[in-house]
């Protein structure tokens, strides 16, 4: 195509998009000016002015003007000792290879980490995670404006990993909290913290899911998922809405390589202020306690104790002696249903539940047994220490490709080599097959299987039978695992 075509032809073209803008405006009146600014939508209850001033245009900047002065960072250190190598001490290495001076090894070495915090009290109280803090023997606390504080530690509980630190200052800045339990997935949300020790800030993303539990992060999980860029330093800092109100305590991320990958986890504020509250209470987090060890009710177990409708509830496993459980008459194998008149979701959800209520609370449980509801009624203890986490030999005889397990005879002898107590009663798992429904089930080698559908096991032959007998339905066990029960759900192939 010639110079001069090509000219001819942008010319037409820019001639005829002006055409068409004029042609538009004159059959819309309407369309005037420069286009007005879109602003999202808000509702009357959503927030105030913070929100009314996030647009398409000046995007989240209103909010992280009004949160950025209110998250501090935190820089810790502590001396950890080194274990010295007795290679470096031994005469004969130092004959050969030099004087003991010059192959001393540092018997101490000072290790620091950075992290985040939430200014939320006017008076210098900073909310951030107990592992920023943990052991540390200096606290400095940057703010902002560059001001530097020296910290200490008010309190701080590993369980939920939350602490909260005191600086010496007033009419500080702060985060106003919000209500994490109207969380709700898909939101808006933004990161603030300090990654990688870069300085101040801020990522957006919105709200992956919410009450995120069974990670094995902390004791007591009830985490906000975001996507928002969360990194190693982030640790403390605050997860806020479009309303600048703190909804998290950034936490942790999963991650291959220590980076980010849109997989990040912050406790709930709602707990971070529970926590903090008991904190400044007692000094300390004092947890109402029921006393059993439970587990999921997967939709096997739901049908194996007949219970109807969709999987719920909380199954017991085992109950502590004297505890508020067994003064309240609960048993193995019982089913929580609800607590207080609520429903119990799963397992999960019920220790959150009884460790947000205070010891010496009268709560009331609907249970399960035997295929009939009833209500319990149980004064909570305070939850103590180590529960902090509401747990003639024959030949060894198969099930054949039912289960796929070998089983033998539980003597004395082998449960002291398990560890149990020596009056344990039932059948010692020996050997599982790759692929087959006990191992799919997650039965292990050295599993002790106490009962099958309620009936308590004490030979090989009497599991043989219960096996034999259960044809193609589910088989409910109870197996003592080193001394901790849990029910299995197993259906014979």
Same mark, same amino acid.
Request: glycine fraction near 12%; proline fraction near 5%; avoid cysteine.
């Given at each position: ?311 719920? #509830?909380?199954? +017991?496993? &085992? *109950? =502590?002696?004297?505890?508020? @459980?067994?003064?309240? /008459?609960?048993? !193995? $194998?019982?089913? %929580? ?88 009663? #039932?059948?010692? +798992?020996? &050997? *599982? =097959?790759?692929?087959?429904? @006990?191992?799919?089930? /997650?039965?292990? !080698? $050295?599993?002790? %299987? ?44």
């Amino acid at each position: 195509m010639k110079k001069g075509t090509i000219q001819v032809a942008l010319i037409a073209l820019i001639i005829g998009a002006i055409a068409g803008v004029w042609i538009s405006s004159r059959m819309n009146p309407s369309v005037r000016g420069p286009v007005a600014p879109v602003a999202f939508r808000v509702s009357a209850d959503s927030g105030g002015d913070i929100a009314g001033q996030v647009s398409f245009l000046n995007g989240f900047a209103p909010v992280a003007k009004r949160t950025l002065p209110a998250v501090v960072n935190i820089a810790s250190s502590k001396i950890v000792h080194l274990q010295q190598s007795p290679f470096f001490s031994d005469p004969f290495f130092r004959q050969f290879f030099g004087n003991e001076r010059q192959f001393r090894m540092p018997r101490e070495q000072r290790q620091k980490s950075l992290g985040s915090g939430v200014i939320v009290n006017a008076d210098g109280y900073v909310l951030t995670n107990n592992h920023v803090i943990a052991g540390a023997e200096d606290i400095k606390i940057s703010l902002a404006d560059k001001r530097e504080f020296k910290g200490h530690v008010v309190g701080s509980d590993p369980q939920t990993d939350v602490a909260l630190v005191k600086i010496d200052a007033k009419g500080l800045p702060v985060v106003p909290f919000g209500d994490s339990s109207r969380t709700q997935v898909g939101e808006f949300a933004l990161a603030v913290g300090n990654p990688f020790g870069v300085g101040e800030t801020v990522t957006m993303g919105i709200i992956s899911a919410t009450g995120r539990g069974g990670l094995g992060i902390e004791d007591y999980e009830d985490f906000i998922q975001t996507d928002a860029a969360v990194n190693p330093g982030n640790s403390g800092g605050a997860l806020v809405n479009v309303r600048g109100e703190l909804i998290g305590i950034n936490t942790a991320i999963v991650s291959g390589g220590g980076g980010n990958q849109g997989v990040g986890f912050a406790v709930p504020v709602n707990m971070a202020r529970s926590v903090m509250e008991e904190i400044q209470k007692h000094g300390k987090v004092v947890r109402g306690w029921l006393g059993v060890s439970i587990q999921p009710v997967t939709a096997d177990i739901a049908k194996a104790f007949g219970l109807a409708g969709k999987p719920r #509830g909380a199954l +017991v496993a &085992d *109950v =502590t002696a004297k505890s508020p @459980a067994e003064r309240a /008459g609960i048993r !193995k $194998g019982d089913i %929580i249903l609800s607590l207080n008149g609520k429903e119990v979701a799963d397992s999960q959800e019920l220790r959150l539940k009884v460790s947000m209520l205070a010891p010496g609370t009268t709560a009331s449980l609907s249970i399960f047994r035997d295929r009939q509801e009833r209500d319990v009624t149980v004064t909570l203890g305070e939850s103590p220490a180590k529960a902090q986490g509401e747990g003639g030999t024959a030949g060894p005889e198969s099930s054949g490709p039912r289960l796929g397990i070998s089983v033998d005879q539980l003597t004395p002898q082998i449960a002291r080599e398990f560890g149990l107590s020596p009056d344990t009663k #039932g059948v010692v +798992v020996t &050997d *599982v =097959t790759p692929g087959s429904a @006990a191992d799919e089930g /997650g039965l292990q !080698k $050295g599993d002790v %299987i106490e009962e099958v559908d309620r009936r308590p096991m004490v030979s090989t032959d009497q599991f043989q039978r219960a096996v034999k007998q259960a044809g193609n339905q589910p088989l409910l066990l109870l197996i003592n695992r080193s001394g901790d029960h849990l029910y299995v759900a197993l259906t014979p192939r």
